[in-house]
């Protein structure tokens, strides 16, 4: 840990200064574990260096979250404590920055009843709705990040001490989101997000109709984009005050939305997925006009159909994202078991919720939204699709077409 103490002190600083960049007199709030209290100080330090009108915190715990799944009365899966909406809703309102630290155990949920789970994301997703809807537009920033947790840490490195492992996920978790001894990371990320502004732009540019995806796994699926669709990626900008943000740290993808109901053929995944703290591994969706008609898992079935069970549209696709499958994130060659990490390594869709990725779309209505084509649910669940061999063929609207990633990589 002594080694890594001033590059985590610069990754806190990396979290406020880009990931949220906090303006004064701004309300703060952090959402974080309590294993991980000593890394939310240093971020609230940092928050109240920015100026920082206060720091509000939102504990959470893995243990107790489970305790509660488990034995709670049956009937408080279906509410919301009334405080818990007033926080998210009020605070929401008033354009505080958001960041959420997870340091989860990624099997913390094994043997819960998938059913508490999607009953309760049911009501979180409808008393939290205004808050949900304001992130979407990007009202306020927000910034997603992970610190190393004992359990995470021995999931991803098995057979070594328990200190060994929580040094290298600290290490992986540092080099993957760009944070060094010697360089000045905030220096670093602005490089990096003008990277990413260059795909989009180059995606932007071409405005394809659909873009077709072939691996040897056995993907081969056609996503067309919405009308006026557009790519994102990198460094975002709130709705009102136009201030840029970084929603997730670290981050490799450009993203855009697939048309609601646009999406036909098959797709596997890539690599296993964690939902609701259960793994699910080696599945493939098969889909028609944009639904997901037909759904194989050698693990975890069950959960991954309650997933896209729990609203009318968490069975159509939400979000389709391009990485390099050379990515610093990648080229660790570790399977983090968490989808900050695991989707920078690699490009995967979202089935759910849909970004507002279309031309004036973070002004729209979630009506609008709809009207333009953009999935509308409570779920948003990124899943891995990039393979070393996939081909992403971008279709233009007079026909041409153009590739867009060769061999799991950016062909320009
Ligand atoms: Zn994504
Ligand atoms: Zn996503």
Redesign the pocket.
Known sequence: MEMTNNRISKFAKLLIKVGLNVQKGQPVVITCPVDCADFARLCAKEAYDAGCREVIMNWADDQMVRMKYLHAYDSIFDTVPQWRADMYNSLSAEGAAWLVIHSEDPESMNGVDPERLRRSSVASGKALKPYRDRQMVNFFPWCIASVPSLAWAKKVFPCISDEEAMDKLWNAILDASRVFEDTDPVKEWEEHCETLRRHVEIMNGYDFEYLEYKNSLGTDLTVKLPENHIWAGGSEETQVSKIPFCANIPTEEIFGAPLKTGVDGVVYASKPLVINGTIVDKFSFRLEKGKIVDVQAEVGLEMLKSAIAVDEGASYLG?V?LVPYHSPISQSGLLFYNTLFD?NAACHI?FGEGYACVKGGTEMTRDELTAAGINDSIM?E?FMVGTPDLSVIGVTKDGRRIPVMVDGDFAF
Request: charged share 50%; hydrophobic share 35%.
């Open positions: 979000e994202a989707e979202a948003h990124d």
